[in-house]
């Protein structure tokens, strides 16, 4: 007979038992790890099979993915990292790793490395030294690129000029004569951030700092002498000025629209370009390194974040994530270079378009000549003391002069409060 | 009085009980007990959240300036180091400041022309509920956006601005007005007042309604001309209300940071950068919470200082706005 005594014992045991399943499911669930990508949510499917891998191997975690576009994620990060919840695993750009890891904050995949050889092996050796600081391996690369002059075929023909210039002075002779063609047209255009720009000044012997990296080294005569040319390039109209005020979509936008005869950016852009812009292809566009070979890189790697409680595992993830399955598919997604050896040497085969082919190549070309990658923590805060009195210059505000004076204080004030 | 005649007797109170004066006097002080309980009930919540989000993060900003910090390392003692960095090095710092002076022409500007709009939307012409809305339509817009319409009127290449000066023959060739470091400022400047100004006609038009139209009627007859009546009569009277849009347009100038950072990011070079977008990047770009820490004090000191000026200036009455008149 249901009495009241009955209801309650049997309430009581539900209860229990829901209780004690809720606390080890709990508990089964309780292992974390989180996944911060730097603005790919057109990537998602995949993603999804990273964690969908790393659950296989480890089933007590759940993983947790997080995107932010690049203008967010340095504020996302440091906000989390404040709050003392960074995400465990990162995706990031540039040299803003060298900040974390300078600060403590990421861990240190040497050691993991060291027992797995065979991931280490993945790489192109050069490649991997991008992510290393004071000796040690913070991250492992995931995309990269380099920058190399696009040309546009039919305004040089226009302009006649043969073929694509071999030294600065010849890059801005060409372009005055291509802007020389018609109303609207300029000569040259160049992406400005993560001093993608610096092959410019690499090919005039200029380096950004000492060796020891300790004072600024570019105050010179040569680097006068250059700037001053490129502000004149600007002022005439044979350098377009988007070059020093755009980021991404406005110097991609007005190259697309085929009026400016040389582009400098990486494989990234130019292929960013060629879905925008359908008279965009190796009949109407040519690829080549800048004068002397020199390049910048722009590339991305994952690391782990040192407040993490799971490094073990949140390595396994990274090496799911980098390996030569999703690599493939990462490099066949979007035709980019990973840095691994066997998959980048596959896509580059199997890649049909010859100019995006040829873009492929020579990224990997002269990986020496590689500049504008200075290792330092301080990268951020050099590029923001620099780069305003370059702008100011180049725009005509400025004596060239006077603005690479005053930026050599700027940036030699960054490093010494950077070294306090 | 009411009060006077039931304190000299007894009163009932429910069910007929009867209670002695001082119980009366109890049960008031117990009323003003439970209406005090109420105010501070309903405060607390606002009050929490003034703490926690102004108070506190304004305290730790303080005592972060006085420190050397990073997310992952423990604080060290720094002194005044930042704020002799900022002082004596920090040539951003003293542009960021000037801009953010040159930002405050704002208010005076948009006050100047609000009380134009104010006084034709008082007046009888024909439409003006319509001209109401309209010119107080931009202020509901949401700043990004105001950036981004702005953004793209001021644009080089398709810009609505460029075209009609070109149209009229006024420019031969387009201007880069948010790439020039001349004109950078002063159209962002433009936009946020295109942003605030029907905000400011509205309180202005609250304070030409409340004047007494006997008053111009009274100087009428003693033959005053209207502009003899809008400086005698019509300004004096809508200080508190000038004041009012003084105080918002300059915490405004203070706190603009979205439409510097969707229209300009701070640039070309720092000829838009504000104070406010300066602390953004120092602590957000790179990464200098501490020294973000004291150029947050300092903003705050200007800020109170300017306040109590303006304050000052409006008699201790700013903002005040008397509906019962």
């Known amino acids: 007979m249901i009495n009241r005594r009955y209801v309650i014992g049997t309430a009581a045991a539900i209860g229990l038992l829901a209780s004690t399943l809720a606390a080890d499911r709990a508990a089964a669930q309780d292992k974390t790890?989180?996944?911060?990508?730097?603005?790919?949510?057109?990537?998602?499917e995949k993603f999804q099979g990273w964690i969908a891998d790393f659950q296989e191997m480890h089933p007590d975690f759940t993983v947790e993915w997080l995107d932010k576009k690049g203008t967010e994620y340095a504020t996302f990060y440091q906000t989390q990292l404040v709050a003392g919840t960074a995400p465990d695993i990162i995706d990031v750009q540039g040299m803003l790793w060298a900040e974390y890891a300078a600060d403590d904050g990421l861990?240190?995949?040497?050691?993991?490395?060291?027992?797995?050889?065979?991931?280490?092996?993945?790489?192109?050796?050069?490649?991997?030294?991008?992510?290393q600081y004071d000796g040690k391996q913070y991250m492992l690369p995931y995309y990269f690129s380099k920058t190399l002059m696009v040309y546009n075929k039919k305004l040089f023909e226009e302009a006649g000029i043969e073929g694509p210039p071999t030294n600065f002075d010849e890059i801005l002779d060409d372009a005055g004569k291509i802007a020389a063609t018609g109303e609207g047209r300029s000569g040259f255009i160049t992406l400005n951030f993560d001093w993608l720009y610096w092959a410019l000044f690499a090919m005039n012997d200029i380096d950004l700092l000492n060796e020891g990296m300790t004072e600024a080294a570019f105050n010179t005569p040569e680097m006068v002498d250059a700037v001053t040319k490129l502000a004149e390039a600007t002022q005439s109209g044979a350098i377009n000025n988007i070059?020093?005020?755009?980021?991404?979509?406005?110097?991609?936008?007005?190259?697309?629209?085929?009026?400016?005869?040389?582009?400098?950016?990486?494989?990234?852009?130019?292929?960013?370009?060629?879905g925008q812009a359908d008279w965009a292809n190796a009949d109407t566009l040519g690829v080549v390194e800048w004068p002397g070979g020199w390049g910048v890189p722009n590339a991305h790697g994952l690391g782990i974040s040192a407040?993490?409680?799971?490094?073990?595992?949140?390595?396994?993830?990274?090496?799911?994530?980098?390996?030569?399955?999703?690599?493939?598919?990462?490099?066949?997604?979007?035709?980019?270079?990973?840095?691994?050896?066997?998959?980048?040497?596959?896509?580059?085969?199997?890649?049909?378009?010859?100019?995006?082919?040829?873009?492929l190549e020579l990224s990997l070309a002269n990986m020496d000549k590689a500049t504008g990658d200075w290792v330092t923590p301080l990268d951020a805060r050099i590029k923001e003391a620099f780069y305003p009195e370059l702008q100011a210059a180049l725009l005509g505000q400025k004596d060239p002069a006077e603005a690479i004076e005053a930026a050599e204080s700027n940036v030699n004030r960054v490093i010494r409060r950077g070294n306090r | 009085m009411a009060t006077a005649s039931t304190s000299s007797h007894q009163s009932r109170i429910g069910g007929g009980r009867t209670?002695?004066?001082?119980?009366?006097?109890?049960?008031?002080?117990?009323?003003?007990?439970?209406?005090?309980?109420?105010?501070?009930?309903?405060?607390?919540?606002?009050?929490?959240?003034?703490?926690?989000?102004r108070v506190i993060p304004l305290l730790w900003n303080v005592v972060l300036s006085f420190q050397f910090w990073s997310p992952t390392k423990p604080s060290e003692w720094a002194g005044l180091y930042h704020y002799e960095e900022m002082w004596v090095y920090d040539d951003v710092f003293w542009e960021a400041l000037t801009n953010t002076f040159k930002y405050m022409l704002t208010a005076p500007i948009a006050i100047i022309l609000a009380i134009g709009l104010a006084l034709m939307v008082n007046s009888r012409i024909r439409g003006r509920t319509v001209y109401r809305t309209i010119i107080f339509m931009s202020y509901p817009l949401m700043v990004v956006a105001v950036g981004i319409i702005w953004r793209w009127l001021y644009d080089e290449n398709v810009g609505l601005i460029n075209y009609l000066l070109r149209s009229l023959g006024i420019i031969d060739r387009p201007i880069a007005f948010l790439e020039t470091f001349a004109t950078a400022l002063p159209s962002v400047i433009a936009a946020a007042i295109w942003q605030i100004i029907g905000f400011f006609m509205i309180i202005l038009l609250t304070g030409l309604q409340n004047i007494p139209p006997n008053l111009y009627e009274a100087a009428s007859i003693d033959g005053a001309s209207r502009w003899s009546q809008f400086w005698r009569i019509t300004l004096p009277l809508l200080r508190p209300s000038i004041f009012l849009c003084f105080i918002i347009g300059i915490i405004a100038s203070f706190t603009s940071f979205d439409l510097i950072y969707v229209m300009t990011g701070g640039g070309p070079g720092h000829a838009t950068e504000l104070l406010i977008t300066y602390i953004y990047k120092a602590a957000f770009t790179l990464t200098q919470f501490d020294y973000a820490g004291a150029l947050t004090v300092v903003m705050f000191v200007l800020f109170v200082g300017l306040a109590l000026i303006a304050n000052a200036l409006a008699g201790g009455e700013a903002g005040k706005v008397d509906i019962a008149d």
């Not at chain 1, 790890?33 to 998602?44: D, G, V």
């Not at chain 1, 270079?337 to 010859?354: F, K, S």
């Open chain 1, 33 to 44: 790890l989180t996944l911060l990508t730097w603005n790919l949510p057109i990537y998602e």
């Open chain 1, 107 to 131: 861990v240190d995949l040497t050691p993991y490395l060291e027992e797995h050889p065979d991931i280490k092996a993945r790489y192109n050796p050069e490649g991997l030294e991008f992510w």
């Open chain 1, 243 to 274: 070059s020093w005020t755009g980021r991404w979509v406005e110097p991609n936008n007005a190259f697309a629209a085929g009026d400016i005869g040389m582009y400098q950016g990486h494989g990234a852009a130019l292929f960013w370009i060629m």
């Open chain 1, 307 to 359: 407040s993490t409680e799971y490094p073990d595992e949140a390595f396994d993830f990274i090496a799911i994530a980098l390996n030569d399955k999703w690599q493939t598919t990462m490099a066949d997604t979007f035709t980019i270079l990973t840095l691994n050896e066997t998959v980048d040497a596959e896509l580059i085969a199997d890649t049909e378009d010859p100019l995006k082919q040829e873009t």
């Open chain 2, 19 to 53: 209670v002695a004066p001082s119980a009366r006097r109890g049960l008031f002080a117990r009323k003003r007990h439970r209406e005090l309980a109420l105010i501070w009930v309903l405060l607390i919540p606002a009050l929490a959240i003034f703490l926690l989000y």
